[in-house]
């Protein structure tokens, strides 16, 4: 998380993390419509995070906390049967901790925060 886009496009093979990282976590999310369908909402959601090396043996285990802030527009369609959200999301993760050494080189390239990330949400009623 935190690598742009643009970025991971161009990334070399050298600059691979040196195995894998698992992430499991329940967050919270609040949700406010502030005008028609003009909405924001906040996100929370710490996780529990598994260091592997390149051998899939564990390492070590670490904690981050990710929040992200959403602002969007809920676009009814088909007579509100289905919808479409575009949302624009800023993400910040404030805690990152207990990251090995091998790993912790290849994070300190990338910034903590990931500023107007754009999604698209599509959904169906039922």
Partial sequence: MGIPFVDAIKMEESTFFPGKLGEKGIGVTYQRLLWKGLFASIEILPLKKTYFDENKKKIDDGFKLYTSFHVGYHFPLFKN???????IHCNYWPIDTKAPQSFQVEENKWNNYMLFEP?????VKF
């Fill in 119 to 123: 999604n698209l949400y599509i959904g």
């Fill in 81 to 87: 049967r289905m919808y479409i959200e575009p949302q």
